[in-house]
């Protein structure tokens, strides 16, 4: 079984924000912490070079096994990106009102700024995914 190579580390969230050079993507990056800190209990954490997590779950696939964060974002050079690990099947409406975005791969949602997307319910798919990964992993709240 392969083992994931992502891993949470002991690094400093604040650093890593502070050293993003792009001063759009620090400042929301900055805003980010907040509203995930805030709707998901969680401190951030760094998992790898450029993931910002919160939570954490362990899983185990048909090729790979390991941990992940329960959510969490990452201010890739071109787009931001946030971790709905469950995908979006269930968000559909959600995904309507949130505003300027993409979805890739079954769990990432790329936006360009913060401010192209409707808060309010980014908060709420954030909250909805984040009550779904509990229950599936049947993790406690923190």
Do not use: N
């Amino acid at each position: 079984m392969a083992e994931i190579k992502t891993k949470k580390t002991t690094k400093s969230v604040s650093a890593f924000i502070t050293s993003i050079k792009d001063p759009l993507k620090r400042k929301d990056s900055v805003a980010l912490v907040k509203i995930f800190s805030a709707v998901t209990g969680e401190k951030p954490t760094m998992w790898g070079e450029s993931i910002v997590g919160f939570g954490q779950y362990h899983y185990k696939g048909r090729s790979s096994e390991g941990d992940w964060p329960i959510t969490g974002f990452s201010p890739r050079a071109q787009t931001m990106t946030i971790y709905i690990m469950l995908g979006f099947k269930e968000y559909q409406p959600l995904l309507k009102k949130i505003g300027k975005h993409k979805i890739s791969g079954s769990s990432c949602l790329y936006f360009k700024e913060l401010d192209d997307l409707h808060l309010p319910t980014l908060k709420t798919l954030i909250k909805k995914s984040v009550v779904q990964m509990r229950t599936k992993y049947k993790i406690k709240a923190a």
